[in-house]
């Protein structure tokens, strides 16, 4: 009975691990000194699927939804140079400020749940994608340019056809780096309620149970380390050239 | 959870939260919150993240500015550092209060650990970029390697090893939020525990850390104007 009792307050986020976990069938419970528990380990994979998902959609939206706006800011800067300086500081400072404080501060905007995070996760990849595409653009040696105005390339097919082509290894450098700490970051969504793999961390119970951080923290690590190898791959196939100069 | 709050009056709510101590209906009466409560707060926060960016650059600053100049263990290091970009946080410090123990003692290193990579990263990169024949100048006046790092790639490299630095102390900001779940207790206690706070606290705690973070970015932007020599700025102008 007191089971029900404890249940109620743990609240439906960890619920069904808590239940798991105090009852008398637990695997470890003999040897709770034990950092990693197998036996639970092989019974409870499955419990990480659900999060896995949600957290690499939540990430796969945050870096799509990025990418759009840096980009668009850099072209705008691109265009508009006085702009340069002031969006670099603005994004910096949605950069500095600390994910966990910036769910809060939106909270009463947005509420409770993955809008709220994936907009945090959005803004905290701006300032490094917009920078590495200001860069990109910037390294565009002068003779490119200059080679294809000479063929009659107006500004704009510049732009799309020369200079953002030749931009695109800082810009997915830039991809890459935002990933990584995205995946990372992610984790901190269970405080705004957004799911993800932070709720086999944080979850009632799970904070104690380093068998569940452990496999939680391995997914993320993971997960990061697949997400940069998929856009390293992105970068190799949509810069022919750059191979063709290895080879 | 209240049904629907206009955002400037939970924001409002707030700021009284920083400003006079409030009622709760768990602490028994106590009130919680307030200026000095706040105060006290942000100084553990400000006090954790200090020490832990004291200890990266202890250990990360000479030995990225030794393999910088002697331009080994490149490889290495952006494993390192993309190793460090993904190490989740709250994994972090939930293993160091599981299996270390809690407290200053171990929240320290574990934040520690999260600003070594950009700081030494940082380093290795800034003082590679030196011109060789700066450096060689500098051999050929007879100064010994140790004056070179210090006396020409250090001062040569501050805008980058800064840059690092700054990084560093973001990433450790940001986590000593969650100290209070491992027994320190930052401002992340007015946002974690909001049963005891409210959501009034909890938004509090937002702003404060937000604001902490941006002084120390801005202090640190500031410190790094002081530390480069002005023949850098004229060329990066």
Redesign the interface.
């Known amino acids: 009975m007191s089971n029900q009792l404890l249940l109620a307050a743990a609240g439906d986020v960890g619920g069904d691990f808590f239940r798991q976990r105090s009852s008398d069938t637990l695997p470890c419970q003999s040897r709770p000194d034990e950092v990693f528990c197998f036996d639970w380990a092989r019974d409870n994979i499955d419990r990480f699927g659900t999060p896995t998902v949600q957290h690499l959609e939540m990430v796969v939206l945050s870096l799509v939804l990025g990418l759009a706006i840096a980009f668009a800011l850099a072209l705008l800067a691109h265009r508009v140079r006085w702009l340069q300086t002031p969006l670099l500081a603005a994004t910096g400072v949605l950069y500095t400020i600390p994910s966990i404080a910036f769910f809060f501060l939106l909270l009463p905007i947005t509420g409770l749940g993955r809008d709220t995070a994936i907009v945090v996760l959005a803004a905290y990849t701006l300032q490094i994608i917009y920078r590495n595409t200001m860069v990109g653009l910037a390294n565009v040696p002068e003779s490119a340019r200059e080679a294809a105005r000479g063929m009659g390339f107006t500004d704009r097919q510049i732009l799309w056809r020369v200079e953002l082509p030749l931009a695109i290894p800082e810009i997915v450098a830039g991809l890459r780096i935002a990933a990584l700490s995205t995946v990372a970051i992610a984790t901190l969504a269970v405080f705004i309620g957004a799911g993800g793999l932070g709720t086999q961390i944080y979850g009632s119970g799970n904070l104690t149970f380093p068998t569940s951080i452990l496999i939680a923290a391995a997914i993320v690590m993971s997960m990061a380390l697949a997400l940069d190898a998929v856009l390293l791959t992105v970068q190799r196939l949509t810069t022919p050239w750059r191979r063709a100069r290895a080879g | 959870?209240s049904a629907f709050?206009p955002?400037l009056a939970?924001?409002g709510g707030a700021i009284e939260f920083i400003l006079t101590p409030q009622s709760s209906n768990v602490t028994g009466g106590e009130e919680v919150g307030g200026f000095s409560q706040a105060m006290e707060l942000a100084l553990k926060q400000l006090e954790v993240t200090a020490l832990a960016l004291a200890l990266a650059l202890i250990v990360a600053l000479p030995l990225g500015l030794y393999l910088g100049h002697r331009g080994k263990g490149e490889a290495l290091l952006v494993g390192l550092a993309?190793?460090g970009?993904?190490?989740?946080?709250?994994?972090?410090i939930?293993?160091v209060?599981?299996?270390i123990g809690v407290g200053l003692v171990t929240v320290t290193p574990a934040l520690a650990i999260l600003g070594i990579p950009p700081i030494l990263t940082n380093a290795f990169v800034g003082v590679r970029q030196v011109d060789r024949a700066t450096v060689d100048a500098a051999r050929g006046m007879g100064m010994s390697e140790l004056e070179i790092i210090r006396k020409v790639e250090l001062p040569l490299a501050v805008p980058t090893v800064m840059g690092g630095i700054r990084g560093a102390a973001?990433a450790i900001?940001?986590?000593a939020?969650?100290a209070p779940?491992a027994g320190v207790e930052t401002l992340?206690d007015f946002?974690?525990n909001a049963s005891i706070y409210g959501e009034d606290g909890?938004?509090a705690?937002?702003?404060l850390?937000?604001l902490i973070?941006?002084a120390l970015?801005g202090l640190l932007a500031l410190l790094q104007r002081r530390l480069t020599s002005d023949g850098l700025k004229l060329k990066t102008v």
């Open positions: 959870m709050h955002p939970s924001f993309n190793a970009r993904a190490v989740p946080e709250l994994a972090l939930a293993l209060a599981a299996l973001i900001v940001a986590t939020t969650i779940l992340g946002i974690i909890r938004l705690g937002a702003i850390v937000a973070a941006l970015e």
